[in-house]
């Protein structure tokens, strides 16, 4: 991916509560896992992304490449930006929206690893050129905010978006 190449950004805000074991777990087994560790880990599960690099190790259908990620995981009971995720979302993709909500899915799933999520709030920043339907997209993106907003997403993280 080059500088011009367009970017599409979800964030998730709320307050994360770590599960008590986390700390303890990551000492005993020397584990330094970061949400974007997590984030690679869960799109190339689903088959939405990869980071392996070669011709022969590229998926069909990749949704995106990955850029970064990160998050404030903070235990002060604050609600911060507790996710971000940014990526290159594939421009070859006929047909598709743009994979705000995999996006979505994948960081709900990685904070679901590590704690228990109060959610408050869902921003995309999305490269509209690149979408089949913008209005279809960002629609989609504020119904899955409000949806988000109104259930407890700890609940979120085991089953798949409506």
Do not use: C
């Amino acid at each position: 991916m080059t500088e011009e190449s367009p970017v599409l950004t979800t964030e998730i805000y709320g307050v994360l509560t770590q599960h008590p074991w986390i700390g303890q777990v990551s000492a005993d087994h020397d584990l330094d896992e970061d949400l974007f560790s997590l984030a690679v880990k869960r799109a190339g599960a689903y088959g939405w992304s990869t980071t392996l690099l070669g011709a022969h190790n590229t998926l069909g259908g990749q949704r995106w490449e990955h850029a970064d990620a990160g998050g404030d995981w903070s235990q002060d009971g604050q609600e911060r930006q507790v996710a971000w995720l940014t990526v290159y979302p594939a421009a070859d993709l006929r047909g598709q929206h743009l994979p705000v909500m995999p996006m979505v899915r994948t960081l709900t799933d990685a904070l679901h690893r590590v704690g228990r999520l109060r959610f408050t709030e869902l921003r995309v920043h999305a490269p509209v050129a690149l979408a089949r339907d913008a209005g279809f997209d960002l629609r989609a993106a504020t119904a899955t905010s409000r949806r988000y907003r109104s259930r407890d997403s700890s609940r979120l993280a085991t089953r798949p978006p409506p």
